[in-house]
């Protein structure tokens, strides 16, 4: 099972306390925008096998929404951090670039 820290809480909830949110860190496109790149925000999502940054909302708890930087494959979280930020903290990058020698951020943003 799934188990993240709400980062604005402090609890490990299970994914039975959260509800999922979808790809984290998306260019939202407003209006005068054209379809193409609105049909991209909407349907044209990343499903990496890996790293991947998702949203996640305390849904049972706290009811704040947050960042959480997980491994598809296997599971493993990396680490949560603030909904309100535009990427990664710098520490969490550098704590998953240890983990998985030659994953950068630069492929993500």
């Known amino acids: 099972m799934l188990t993240l820290n709400c980062p604005y809480c ?3 909830a299970d994914e039975t306390e959260l509800s999922p949110g979808g790809q984290a860190h998306l260019k939202r496109f407003g209006p005068g925008s054209s379809e ?3 049909e991209g925000y909407l349907f044209m ?4 096998r890996g ?4 949203r ?3 849904s049972n708890g ?3 929404w947050f960042h959480a930087a997980r491994c598809t494959s296997t599971l493993e979280v990396f680490g949560t951090y603030s909904a309100q930020t535009v990427e990664p903290p710098a520490e969490l990058r550098k704590t998953i670039s240890e983990k998985r020698p030659g994953w950068s951020w630069g ?3």
């Open 10 to 12: 402090g609890i490990a």
């Open 36 to 38: 193409d790149e609105f």
């Open 45 to 48: 999502r990343e499903n990496p």
């Open 51 to 54: 790293v991947h940054f998702e």
């Open 56 to 58: 996640w909302r305390h």
């Open 62 to 64: 706290c009811g704040k």
């Open 107 to 109: 492929e993500f943003s």
